[in-house]
């Protein structure tokens, strides 16, 4: 009924940068808070980055200052800017949305930063 996709993930080396997409389609009424969130193997999925639908902004320590979250509610899509990447930063990315009274996620867009 809803689908949220990914895109813009790729290989970069460290200090440079990637913009990432989430496009929300389907059968919508609403969307609340998005989010950004990551997962490298072995570890936890983390949250990186919310935005709440007047624009409201937080971001996760290890990304503040060089991560920036922004929306265009009539396209239904979130962006995740990424500045001076480093190693660490290497994880898959998930898009998260409250969408119709509801939490969706995407299947994940590959983000490795080399050293």
């Known amino acids: 009924q809803v689908q949220l996709v990914e895109s813009g993930g790729g290989l970069v080396q460290a200090g440079g940068s990637l913009r990432l997409s989430c496009a929300a389609s389907g059968t919508i009424f609403s969307i609340n808070t998005m989010r950004w969130y990551r997962q490298a193997p072995g570890k936890q999925r983390e949250l990186v980055a919310r935005?709440?639908?007047?624009?409201?902004?937080n971001y996760a320590d290890s990304v503040k200052g060089r991560f920036m979250i922004s929306r265009d509610n009539a396209k239904n899509t979130m962006f995740l800017q990424m500045n001076r990447l480093k190693p660490e930063d290497t994880a898959v990315y998930y898009c998260n949305a409250d969408v119709n009274g509801g939490t969706y996620w995407g299947q994940g867009t590959q983000v490795t930063v080399s050293s």
């Open positions: 935005i709440r639908s007047g624009g409201n902004t």
